[in-house]
């Protein structure tokens, strides 16, 4: 257990589809962070949030969205995604500026 | 923004072997952390090293900032540490972690 829950663990939707990914973290940190792990690929930054504002877009497609109401959840809402979006979806927190992230165990998504 | 190299990309071992894992980064950083990943993709920290030398039961790193590596050592490997292990960093400004491509590893019994 690493203090940060994501849910849902799998998910399986249609190009269509809308659903949203949610993370929430129980460590106190005020930073959040999306990263995608596609296979044989290395881990990429999509998306961080430093208080609750979003301060990175690591050039994101807008068929993700992402949502920081508060310092302790981050949402991430899909729109007519694509086949190629399948992958591990991981969130991850900190104190922001001391570094050690740690990250909930991810959405695995497939995109029919 | 920073390259970070692992090597090898790929490990089998025995169980009980010794084993080295590295770490290049292309700039300095000074935020340098390692992972595990178990089969079912949680990614778990082992440690958080800019510089140093730290061990955590058999397995134990050393980071040289000055030469922009980082070593991870498992002792005595057991089944259980088969997974991929990353190393990954930033530099001093902002929180932007770069993550190497990872070294698989199999211990057989």
């Known amino acids: 257990e690493t203090g940060v829950t994501q849910t849902p663990r799998h998910l399986v939707m249609g190009m269509t589809n809308k659903k949203s990914l949610k993370c929430e973290q129980h460590?106190?940190?005020?930073?959040m962070y999306w990263y995608k792990q596609s296979a044989k690929k290395p881990l990429e930054l999509m998306f961080v949030?430093?208080?609750?504002?979003?301060?990175e877009n690591n050039s994101v497609p807008s068929r993700f969205s992402p949502e920081c109401p508060n310092s302790s959840h981050l949402f991430l809402h899909l729109h007519t995604l694509q086949p190629e979006d399948s992958a591990l979806y991981l969130c991850?927190?900190?104190?922001?500026?001391?570094?050690?992230?740690?990250f909930g165990a991810g959405t695995r998504l497939s995109v029919l | 923004g920073i390259q970070v190299e692992q090597s090898p990309p790929d490990l089998i071992l025995q169980e009980g072997a010794n084993s080295t894992l590295r770490c290049n980064f292309s700039?300095?950083?000074?935020?340098l952390q390692w992972f595990h990943q178990n089969p079912w993709g949680q990614l778990i920290n082992l440690f958080y090293i800019p510089s140093g030398t730290k061990q955590n039961g058999r397995l134990s790193a050393t980071t040289v900032a000055t030469e922009r590596y980082s070593l991870l050592y498992i002792s005595s490997s057991q089944t259980t540490d088969s997974g991929v292990y990353f190393c990954a960093g930033f530099k001093a400004a902002g929180n932007k972690l770069t993550f190497g491509g990872g070294t698989r590893v199999l211990v057989k019994p």
């Open positions: 460590l106190g940190h005020n930073a």
């Open positions: 700039d300095s950083v000074n935020n």
């Open positions: 991850a927190s900190s104190q922001e500026g001391k570094g050690t992230q740690y």
């Open positions: 949030y430093n208080f609750k504002e979003q301060t």
